[in-house]
């Protein structure tokens, strides 16, 4: 915080704390300000004001003032004789305005002042009004300075709440999402039922339960945000409801009983105190998953697409094994916003299993991503049917949650098209899942890969052709097409023709002009190449599928 004085007048007069001083001291808003002077004799306020105050100053004399035109959003104490002025000199500023009349001054009534001012009737000295003005300012300050010290202290959140029950004066709680109590104002008394219930038993009854997510969850849209519930049969206060949302996980519910105050000064509180709130549950979250480092943000811009130099993506990537690792796999996990964080946790860990611990989780826009890299050149080392079986175990198996893959990629760089890949791959799960379902007779998949949903997509109006070409290029038989060109070989023409055939080892050899163990010892070779197997239906519609774009682009 920076305080500007001691001050001087334009006859050099210095002056420090007190009447003609300016303080800056933070944040007050309207509504705050309407709450401190309620008690004053009001002759005028605005209809609407939206206004937040970072200065201010008291002007006690009546015969001049004092140029703040440098200073942004001014609250001005004054008498009358000055506020006009004050005002014309200083668009930006408000004043609390002092007046010996009955009635509002006739230069109120313009447009572009009434809005500006209220008009107190002075029943008392001015360093009364001064002093109710000043103490707002001053104990808001405090406040905000204690609550961030409990931020920056990695503070806990009843510490939070203990520090902030004279600022907010009503009752706070905070359960978890299990409604659960975890915090609550242990100095005011619970006001209702319903909350003295959760202080004794330390958790929501059921009506209560039903209300929050009735009345609340169901209409924030997995998002942080305020929520104002009336008063009901149940509750004769009204309370603001704030559901905490990270990384579209619903963690914690705060809740503030509006029993003293008006609606309006209490929301404002509300949200400075939330702000703190949020901070601490974001380090909460982030310590303890243990995801957050600076390549995991690199990866999510990559994502994003968004601007990067090549050197800081370069630099932030050279502290992990991403530049030596040969091909990549992205899985992406998706959370229901209702899954407990304490499940969440535990489906983190596990996914740090994956692949042999050789990956990178992270959150993305409330999923998590995992990357799988490695640094063989073996097309075997990410295969389908390893990291099927592999999701299988480590997260499907304990916790049910299936993945979208990407299908295996060359240059991280290319993240993002594999992000869009896992994504629709785990969009487009039920035709797969009908797939399975006609030929194995079941329907539990643990990985849902962009390899298998391919056809699908394309079949799909308004398929992005850049992707399309994208996953056909890294396709198994692009390369055997691109290593057959270069060495002179026939591999790929042998394989198409043993699909075509029935996977019939004579008949093709027949149809190639070579001996049938040479075709069976090729189709062994590639099974243990790339980990696949041809009695896989699902790979073999693949194939047929990259066969006919070989075909369409003269490639075999």
């Not at 009635?103 to 008009?119: A, C, E, F």
């Not at 389908?384 to 949650?401: A, L, N």
């Not at 075509?500 to 070579?514: E, I, P, S, W, Y």
Request: contains cysteine.
């Amino acid at each position: 915080m920076r305080n500007d004085f001691p001050l001087h007048d334009d006859e050099g007069t210095s002056f420090g704390f007190g009447a003609g001083s300016a303080l800056r001291l933070g944040d007050v808003s309207y509504n705050m300000l309407l709450e401190a002077i309620r008690g004053f004799e009001l002759l005028h306020v605005p209809e609407s004001c939206s206004k937040r105050f970072t200065w201010y100053a008291s002007i006690p004399s009546k015969r001049k003032y004092f140029d703040w035109s440098h200073r942004r959003d001014v609250l001005f104490l004054c008498h009358d004789e000055i506020a006009e002025s004050l005002l014309d000199d200083n668009p930006s500023s408000f004043c609390v305005v002092l007046t010996d009349e009955e009635q509002v001054p006739d230069w109120v009534t313009l447009k572009s002042r009434r809005n500006r001012v209220v008009i107190v009737k002075q029943n008392k000295r001015f360093y009364s009004y001064d002093s109710k003005l000043q103490s707002l300012f001053v104990n808001d300050l405090i406040w905000e300075n204690e609550m961030d010290r409990v931020v920056y202290n990695r503070g806990r959140l009843d510490r939070l709440i203990s520090l902030s029950e004279d600022m907010l004066g009503n009752f706070v709680c905070i359960t978890d999402t299990g409604y659960n109590l975890i915090a609550y104002s242990r100095g005011i008394e619970p006001p209702e039922e319903g909350y003295r219930y959760l202080v004794d038993n330390n958790c929501y009854s059921e009506h209560e339960v039903k209300e929050i997510e009735e009345q609340v969850l169901a209409n924030v849209g997995e998002k942080s945000r305020l929520v104002f519930c009336g008063p009901n049969e149940r509750h004769r206060h009204p309370a603001l409801h704030y559901p905490v949302f990270i990384d579209n996980a619903y963690l914690f519910h705060v809740v503030l009983v509006c029993e003293n105050g008006s609606i309006e000064s209490l929301r404002d509180l509300f949200l400075k105190f939330m702000r703190r709130v949020i901070s601490i549950c974001n380090d909460f979250w982030k310590t303890t998953v243990n995801l957050e480092s600076p390549w995991h943000r690199v990866l999510a811009g990559l994502i994003d697409e968004e601007p990067m130099t090549e050197d800081y993506i370069d630099a932030q990537l050279a502290k992990t094994a991403i530049p030596a690792s040969e091909q990549f796999r992205l899985l992406r996990f998706q959370f229901s916003s209702r899954k407990p964080f304490q499940e969440r946790s535990h489906v983190i860990e596990a996914a740090k299993n994956l692949n042999n611990g050789f990956v990178y989780p992270f959150m993305h826009e409330g999923d998590l991503l995992v990357l799988l890299y490695s640094a063989s050149i073996s097309e075997a080392a990410l295969s389908g049917r390893g990291v099927y079986s592999d999701v299988d175990e480590h997260i499907y198996k304990p916790f049910g949650i299936a993945a979208g893959a990407s299908q295996v990629f060359f240059d991280v760089r290319d993240i993002e098209l594999a992000h869009r890949q896992a994504s629709i791959a785990y969009a487009m799960r039920a035709p797969l899942r009908n797939e399975f379902e006609a030929l194995y007779g079941f329907a539990d998949i643990p990985c849902y890969a962009f390899e298998h949903i391919l056809k699908y997509y394309i079949l799909t109006e308004g398929y992005d052709s850049d992707l399309v070409e994208f996953s056909f290029d890294h396709s198994i038989l692009k390369r055997l097409a691109e290593e057959d060109k270069a060495a002179g070989t026939e591999i790929a023409k042998l394989v198409w023709v043993y699909l075509n055939n029935g996977r019939n080892a004579t008949d093709t050899a027949k149809l190639v002009h070579v001996h049938r163990n040479t075709v069976l010892y090729h189709i062994s070779r590639l099974e243990k190449r790339f980990d696949i197997s041809f009695e896989s239906p699902s790979l073999r519609s693949r194939m047929i599928l990259d066969y006919h774009r070989l075909l369409l682009e003269d490639h075999l």
